[in-house]
């Protein structure tokens, strides 16, 4: 009883585990040689339940039909990455008459509720048309494309006098292709048409079909989103009550593969995106680099000359100041030394004022007593007088020239110093 019950449940679970890669093994299988890509959908477990298709297990192997609204036509190609496939159009019932098969049908008719519409790529051919249609807007002229391909079928449709021609995908046209008795009784459509060739090269008739961008599946629970967390069943926000499995940032929905993938605009899918995105990220990353490389090497350039001008000026300086000293070493002081020296230039300590600055009595660091002349900022003529000036009050100086001659001098705020 308690092996049963065992039993009971992990088959339960093993089916409701079944139910969940079925679902997220989204892609149909195969119909016979023909591969079903997303969003189309043969069964209730794979693909988008909006986009059925059919496989027509009886003929042969399996076929892959589209159901319109009264018939089914078999699907001769697809194109998963334009979202388009061709089928193959009715044809007549029989070469005695003029009348396509679907003609008791009406013709071609989709659901407009489905998301399958009919391209403008289709060039369609009406034959054995009623005199009625020369009042649509339609090419009757017995110019018309359709009178060409009429003769060169050879057929009964040659015998009907009228026909016409037009190229579908209008709003009139985009679910309907439409026959009847009191139109036209037949039809044939051939995709991308080229006019200029001959009939014998226009290739297979085919009427092609375009599928609208697929949403995001539609789930009960999280259970059918699971596709190894990359997206999460939530209430679609514009279909009231209809939940979703919404990728989960920064994954994005991609309608082709039906995926959540890394963000790609590819139509092609995200491969051909991926890469131009590295190829994108590595220029511009190496760009960057560059970029920063440069300005940091003129940046320490500009460093290098600032400090060598300021190293050339101070050797200049020194230079003169030993020269006009009379063999007297001079020395040079930072503002910081004379800032301390002069007590941050404590009125205290102002002797007096000169014309291109104010003289101060300063304290080095060793004891010696010195006076501080201070230039006025960008005074150069100011710096130069004072220069002069300290180097004649030298000789008989008020001063005790007992000391060496220093002078100092801070290039950035202009700062001397006689002793
Ligand atoms: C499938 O392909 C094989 C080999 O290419 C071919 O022999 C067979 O007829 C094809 N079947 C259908 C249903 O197209
Ligand atoms: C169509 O007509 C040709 C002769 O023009 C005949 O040989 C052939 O059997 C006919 N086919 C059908 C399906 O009636
Ligand atoms: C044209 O279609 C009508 C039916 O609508 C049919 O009776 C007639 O035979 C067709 N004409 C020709 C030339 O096949
Ligand atoms: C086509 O099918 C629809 C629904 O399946 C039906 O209502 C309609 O009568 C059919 N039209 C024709 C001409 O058979
Ligand atoms: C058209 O499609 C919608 C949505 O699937 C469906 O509810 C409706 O019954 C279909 N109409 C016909 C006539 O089949
Ligand atoms: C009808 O089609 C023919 C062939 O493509 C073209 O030469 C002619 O100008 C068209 N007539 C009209 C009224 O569009
Ligand atoms: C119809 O076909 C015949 C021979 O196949 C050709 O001589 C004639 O010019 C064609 N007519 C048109 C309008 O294409
Ligand atoms: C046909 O489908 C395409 C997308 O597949 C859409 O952009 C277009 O608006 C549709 N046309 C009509 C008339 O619904
Ligand atoms: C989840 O997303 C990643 C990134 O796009 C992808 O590589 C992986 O295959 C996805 N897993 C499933 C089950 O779709």
Same mark, same amino acid.
């Given at each position: ?11 339960? *679970?093993? %089916? $409701? ?5 079925? +679902? #997220?093994?989204?892609? =149909?299988?195969?119909?016979? &040689?023909? !591969? ?94 009623? *005199?009625? %249609? $020369? ?5 009757? +002229? #017995?110019?018309?494309? =359709?009178?060409?391909?009429? &003769?060169? !079928? ?96 920064? %994954? ?11 963000? =790609? ?155």
């Amino acid at each position: 009883m308690e092996t049963t019950r065992q039993l009971f449940i992990f088959t339960a *679970a093993a %089916l $409701l585990i079944y139910a969940g890669c079925a +679902s #997220s093994a989204k892609q =149909c299988s195969d119909c016979g &040689n023909t !591969t079903v890509p997303y969003p189309l959908s043969t069964s209730p477990t794979c693909g988008d339940q909006s986009y059925k298709v059919r496989c027509d297990a009886a003929a042969g192997g399996g076929t892959l039909v589209f159901d319109s609204l009264n018939n089914t036509y078999p699907i001769t190609s697809i194109n998963p990455s334009a979202q388009r496939f061709v089928i193959k159009p009715a044809t007549l019932v029989s070469n005695a008459t003029c009348v396509t098969s679907d003609l008791v049908h009406q013709g071609l008719q989709l659901n407009s509720s489905l998301p399958f519409n009919v391209t403008s790529s289709n060039t369609i051919l009406y034959l054995n048309c009623t *005199a009625d %249609l $020369l009042r649509s807007p339609l090419n009757c +002229s #017995s110019s018309s494309l =359709c009178h060409v391909y009429a &003769n060169y !079928t050879r057929g009964v449709c040659a015998n009907a006098p009228l026909c016409c021609t037009f190229r579908a995908g209008g709003s009139s046209t985009s679910y309907m292709i439409r026959v009847r008795e009191s139109g036209c009784s037949a039809y044939t459509s051939f995709v991308n048409l080229d006019s200029s060739l001959g009939v014998d090269r226009w290739g297979q008739p085919g009427l092609e079909i375009q599928w609208v961008s697929p949403r995001e599946p539609v789930c009960g629970s999280q259970v059918d989103c699971d596709d190894g967390g990359n997206s999460t069943c939530r209430l679609d926000p514009t279909e009231s009550g209809v939940r979703r499995c919404f990728c989960n940032s920064p %994954l994005v929905w991609d309608p082709i593969q039906g995926v959540c993938v890394k963000y =790609c605009q590819d139509a092609q899918g995200c491969g051909k995106a991926d890469k131009t995105a590295l190829i994108a990220g590595l220029t511009s990353g190496l760009g960057a680099t560059l970029f920063l490389a440069i300005i940091a090497i003129l940046l320490y350039k500009r460093h290098r000359r600032i400090i060598e001008a300021q190293e050339r000026l101070a050797k200049e300086r020194e230079d003169i100041l030993n020269a006009s000293g009379g063999g007297r070493a001079a020395k040079l002081f930072t503002g910081k030394e004379i800032k301390k020296a002069t007590h941050d230039f404590s009125k205290d300590l102002l002797l007096g004022a000169g014309g291109y600055g104010d003289v101060y009595k300063g304290f080095l660091q060793d004891g010696t007593v010195v006076a501080v002349k201070c230039a006025k900022l960008g005074n150069t003529k100011g710096t130069d007088q004072v220069l002069n000036e300290g180097l004649k009050h030298g000789g008989r100086g008020q001063l005790t020239w007992s000391h060496r001659l220093r002078i100092a001098h801070d290039a950035a705020e202009g700062w001397l110093i006689l002793i």
